[in-house]
């Protein structure tokens, strides 16, 4: 039985070698399987962690369930939560001013890359939403600090707490639904680059929208051209962004992510052909029939959401791309995008590049992209850059 360690009067936990160099090297988790003493720690606490001789290396959340079982929130010592959690989030929100541009919509606060563990916040228009990953995050005077915070500093007219089910399962906090926290107001309509958007707070994926990819929006309508394939389209991100292509057509197996794309086709005075089917079905339905595009888009969901998964996500998208650059006339563009943070940018690189050598494709790379800036990659926190983008010109 591990014995529990103090720090100055205060309750630390001991961690091993490996994960006290882990932090010395700029990471901020430390896996449960490298703790060494932490048999008294609440769960959700504010301790102190230190190495197995006692030396201090930050201040972290903990959680009594998670593999990640510490989460730095600084390196010095924190004598006043509350006010930590303010200023951080005051330097969230002047860092995206600096940032976002030409949208009312974007990310506020990403977790470890702005050095609030745990949190996930979002603006479209006037309403807010946010999102509680760990015990820390939920504990209801630190839930009260920032929601007070977002509140007294942007002035929204809602806010709104996304729930995912399952992280509150994995950290054993007790079942919530989605919900407005403050105000009454649940629907806005919200821009990106120019484009308009219908936003219900507490209906749709994520915490609403694919905010992440929104200077991918912009970047690939300064490429595409003549007649467009959205695939996975959801509800109408790039598609809306194609106006000066001919003819737009939208894929997706949702139904419902449909009706809202169509709903913010016509906010946009636009007429895209929307079809739900199966990508894959489709895909090889088209290109067994010969059918071909001058701009094809594909922006699947993770397919790999764990290690364990890498091979047969690799295959998934590397038939999605053979599919995709056998449809595309010879000077067309390819936009191929993952969000499978344990695919690696080289993984994908090199399967997109098997998919063009089976379809006897040249490409020539025009960007290489990852997620917008409003969600930040901290190099030293390698899995908070997670989104590839690809946009590519198919030659002969």
């Known amino acids: 039985m591990p014995k529990k360690s103090h720090v100055n009067g205060a309750l630390a936990v001991k961690v091993s070698a490996r994960g006290a160099g882990r932090l010395r090297d700029g990471h901020v988790w430390v896996y449960r399987s490298d703790v060494l003493a932490a048999d008294e720690v609440a769960a959700g606490a504010l301790v102190k962690v230190v190495d197995e001789r006692g030396a201090f290396l930050g201040t972290a959340f903990y959680s009594s369930t998670s593999q990640i079982a510490i989460r730095i929130i600084s390196k010095e010592a ?4 509350a006010r930590l959690l303010c200023e951080r989030i005051r330097a969230s929100l002047a860092y995206r001013e600096r940032v ?27 309403l807010l939403s946010f999102q509680v990953l760990t015990q820390a995050m939920d504990a209801e005077p630190v839930r009260a600090t920032f929601v007070s915070e977002l509140k007294d500093t942007l002035s929204p007219a809602a806010i709104v707490e996304r729930v995912e089910p399952k992280i509150r399962q994995l950290e054993q906090l007790p079942a919530r639904g989605s919900a407005l926290v403050m105000g009454e107001k649940s629907s806005t309509i919200f821009s990106m680059n120019g484009v308009q958007f219908h936003y219900e707070a507490l209906e749709g ?25 959205d695939v996975f389209c959801y509800q109408g991100g790039f598609a809306l962004h194609l106006a000066q292509c001919s003819k ?5 197996s949702s139904r419902p992510a449909l009706e809202v794309a169509e709903r913010n086709a016509g906010l946009n005075g636009r007429e895209i052909e929307w079809i739900e089917a199966n990508a894959f079905d489709l895909l090889r339905d088209y290109s067994d029939e010969g059918r071909k595009f001058d701009t094809i888009i594909l922006d699947p969901p993770a397919f790999a959401r764990n290690k364990r998964n890498v091979a047969t996500a690799l295959r998934a998208y590397k038939e999605l791309n053979l599919r995709a650059l056998r449809m595309l006339r010879s000077g067309g ?11 690696s940018p080289s993984d994908f690189l090199e399967t997109v590049l098997a998919a063009a050598h089976d379809s006897h494709r040249n490409l020539r790379l025009l960007e290489n992209r990852a997620q917008a800036k409003d969600h930040p990659m901290l190099l030293t926190v ?8 690809l946009i590519l010109n198919v030659t002969y």
Do not use: W
Not at 78 to 81: A, F
Not at 209 to 227: K, S, V
């Open 78 to 81: 924190v004598e006043d939560l």
């Open 100 to 126: 976002v541009t030409d949208s009312n919509a974007y990310r506020l606060i990403f977790s470890e890359a702005d050095f609030l563990p745990g949190l996930i916040g979002d603006r479209y228009n006037d």
């Open 205 to 229: 994926q994520k915490t609403g929208a694919f905010l992440d990819q929104r200077e991918n929006y912009a970047a690939a309508a300064q490429y595409a051209r003549g007649e467009a394939l």
């Open 248 to 252: 737009v057509t939208g894929v997706d």
């Open 333 to 343: 563009i390819l936009v191929t995008c993952s969000c499978s943070y344990h695919v």
């Open 382 to 389: 390698p899995e908070t850059a997670y989104l590839k983008c």
